[in-house]
């Protein structure tokens, strides 16, 4: 066993197709798929179960993984130590992003680290908070950009700038004549969310206080993206909440739209970015995080 097997079984794992795990691997299909079946071997047990087509890893085989893929981290870790101790500005950094943020943020943030540090190219992930915590403390992420709090154990959590969230109305609704919102004036029967997942799901309800609603009629019609919610709430189908920085990029407004701010200025979400402790290049997040507070300031006072 050796950790360029480690890396063919995680390779295969993810393209669940041999031909594409072996483009990964940049060997011959022949070379991956024998030194798989000789660390079968070895092991004594099947790493995955060969149907057809379908490839999946068996029981053990997910477990093995598992290990797998924290020694190839671990490997990667020691090489990235190297590298840092050379240039922590060098080299392509792996950032994880929420979808409520990436497609608002990072275009502005692009431009700046290809002017200010054009040997670091940026390798964006956008996923869900819950995987992208996960794909940090794995090591295949070098930092995430969150809205939640991340667990405490392991990680370094740098805060990056809040955002407040404001109401999106069809302008026929009562609450139009209103300039302020109370987060009371909220109909919870009329609130359209995210998809379960979705870290911004879960601050809706916790700021209409309904962070144990089960369901509603709105709640039911749940969408993948802020976009959808917009559309749907200038439609009449109900009223969203929506994040400052998705909110002033939206030029023009959806027809039948109105927006109004809350009441309570306490009603924002704080954004962070998370790193694994001793990250050997701290300072290439040094970076990243300047240009990122840098761009959301531009871009709400603009807005």
């Given at each position: 066993?050796?950790?360029?097997?480690?890396r063919?079984?995680?390779?295969?794992?993810?393209?669940?197709?041999?031909?594409r795990?072996?483009?990964?691997?940049?060997?011959?299909?022949?070379?991956?798929?024998?030194?798989?079946?000789?660390?079968?071997?070895?092991?004594?047990?099947?790493?995955f179960?060969?149907?057809?087509?379908?490839?999946?890893?068996?029981?053990?085989?997910?477990?093995?993984?598992?290990?797998?893929?924290r020694?190839?981290?671990?490997?990667?870790?020691?090489?990235?130590?190297?590298?840092?101790?050379?240039?922590?500005?060098?080299?392509?950094?792996?950032?994880?992003?929420?979808?409520?943020?990436?497609?608002?943020?990072?275009?502005?943030?692009?431009?700046?680290?290809?002017?200010?540090?054009?040997?670091?190219?940026?390798?964006?992930?956008?996923?869900?908070?819950?995987r992208?915590?996960?794909?940090?403390?794995?090591?295949?992420?070098?930092?995430?950009?969150?809205?939640?709090?991340?667990?405490?154990?392991?990680?370094?959590s740098?805060?990056?700038?809040?955002?407040?969230?404001?109401?999106?109305?069809p302008?026929?609704?009562?609450?139009?004549?209103?300039k302020?919102?109370?987060?009371?004036?909220?109909?919870?029967?009329?609130?359209?969310?995210?998809?379960?997942?979705?870290?911004?799901?879960?601050?809706?309800?916790?700021?209409?206080?309904?962070?144990?609603?089960?369901?509603?009629?709105?709640?039911?019609?749940?969408?993948?993206?802020?976009e959808?919610?917009?559309?749907?709430?200038?439609?009449?189908?109900?009223?969203?909440?929506?994040?400052?920085?998705?909110?002033?990029?939206?030029?023009?407004?959806?027809?039948?739209?109105?927006?109004?701010?809350?009441?309570?200025?306490?009603m924002?979400?704080?954004?962070?970015?998370?790193?694994?402790?001793?990250?050997?290049?701290?300072?290439?997040?040094?970076?990243?995080?300047?240009?990122?507070?840098v761009?959301?300031?531009?871009?709400?006072?603009?807005?």
């Amino acid at each position: 066993m050796n950790l360029r097997d480690l890396r063919y079984i995680a390779a295969l794992a993810d393209a669940g197709h041999f031909g594409r795990a072996a483009e990964a691997c940049h060997v011959s299909q022949p070379t991956l798929s024998g030194q798989i079946l000789k660390l079968e071997e070895e092991l004594g047990l099947p790493i995955f179960e060969r149907s057809g087509r379908a490839i999946r890893p068996t029981a053990a085989g997910a477990e093995i993984l598992g290990h797998a893929r924290r020694v190839i981290a671990a490997a990667d870790e020691i090489v990235a130590i190297g590298k840092a101790s050379r240039d922590p500005l060098t080299g392509p950094l792996h950032l994880g992003v929420i979808p409520t943020l990436c497609p608002y943020l990072m275009p502005f943030v692009f431009p700046r680290l290809a002017d200010e540090l054009p040997a670091m190219p940026l390798v964006l992930h956008e996923d869900l908070t819950e995987r992208l915590v996960e794909g940090v403390a794995a090591g295949t992420l070098d930092a995430a950009i969150i809205a939640t709090e991340p667990p405490s154990h392991g990680f370094v959590s740098e805060p990056l700038f809040e955002e407040a969230f404001f109401l999106a109305l069809p302008t026929n609704h009562a609450l139009t004549k209103k300039k302020t919102i109370e987060t009371a004036d909220i109909d919870l029967n009329a609130l359209l969310l995210l998809t379960d997942g979705h870290c911004l799901r879960d601050q809706a309800l916790a700021i209409c206080g309904a962070a144990n609603l089960a369901s509603n009629v709105a709640a039911d019609m749940r969408a993948a993206s802020l976009e959808t919610l917009m559309q749907m709430a200038a439609a009449g189908y109900g009223m969203t909440l929506l994040p400052a920085l998705a909110l002033a990029q939206q030029k023009p407004l959806p027809k039948n739209l109105v927006i109004r701010p809350l009441k309570d200025s306490t009603m924002r979400r704080q954004v962070r970015m998370i790193s694994r402790q001793k990250y050997p290049r701290s300072a290439a997040l040094e970076t990243l995080g300047r240009l990122v507070k840098v761009s959301v300031a531009e871009v709400l006072a603009e807005a």
